[in-house]
């Protein structure tokens, strides 16, 4: 069946420091790829999404891009914060696109 | 996007006890659906709820555990029932986008301790 894994963490940065967050995927047909991101105590947002191949998701200064020869979708940003803290989820639609498959989930801690 | 609510937050409940969740959203919705999240762990999607008929259930889930009730387009609840420290978890609720259904919006949450 079609399944996320994603980098362990935790994470650990300073701030202004380069994040990458691994995401490989295996899916059947074209899923869209998501990343999702939960702050603390709160529920999960939508970070950014690509639907097919070599689309690039950004948002917030995030970026992923949808990569079908490694059946990959990390995560980037060039300089985080300290607001960035919080937990990072990968995941893919599913059965015709109603279903989602979510990754374990990486926390990242961002230090001033 | 939609705006959705759950009630409650936050609970500790004794063991053998039930708890209803309750799910409302902004603006009607086709499909919503039920996670839980044990803690450190990711997102397990326990069943989808249907207006107007029975839930789907995922694997590993039953409807006499987690009984789930659809009333119209804005809201849902889900009940744990005679909980256990087992069932301790986030329970979330969310709802497929209207314009992108591969998109799902969340609620905040309801965190369950049972003692």
């Known amino acids: 069946g079609n399944s996320v894994t994603q980098m362990e963490g935790p994470v650990t940065l300073s701030e202004e420091a380069f994040l990458t967050i691994n995401c490989t995927y295996t899916?059947?047909?074209?899923?869209?790829l998501f990343w999702y991101v939960q702050y603390p105590g709160e529920g999960l947002q939508l970070l950014l999404k690509a639907t097919k191949a070599d689309d690039k998701g950004s948002n917030k200064g995030f970026e992923a891009t949808y990569r079908k020869e490694t059946t990959s979708f990390h995560l980037e940003k060039g300089s985080v914060q300290v607001s960035d803290s919080a937990v990072y989820f990968c995941a893919l639609s599913d059965d015709g696109g109603f279903k989602t498959i979510f990754g374990a989930g990486t926390r990242l801690f961002v230090k001033a | 996007s939609a705006v959705i609510s759950q009630k409650p937050s936050r609970d500790i409940c004794q063991r053998g006890t039930s708890l209803t969740i309750q799910c409302q959203v902004d603006?009607?919705?086709?499909?919503m659906f039920w996670y839980r999240q044990q803690p450190g762990q990711s997102l397990t999607l326990i069943a989808t709820a249907n207006q107007g008929s029975e839930a789907t259930y995922e694997s590993g889930f039953v409807i006499d555990k987690f009984p789930i009730s659809r009333p119209n387009l804005t809201f849902s609840t889900l009940t744990v029932s005679n909980m256990s420290p087992e069932d301790s978890s986030i329970y979330l609720c969310?709802?497929?986008?209207?314009?992108?259904?591969?998109?799902?919006?969340f609620g905040p949450g309801t965190r369950l301790t049972v003692l």
């Open positions: 603006s009607q919705v086709t499909m």
């Open positions: 969310s709802v497929a986008g209207s314009g992108s259904t591969d998109t799902q919006y």
């Open positions: 899916a059947t047909g074209y899923p869209s």
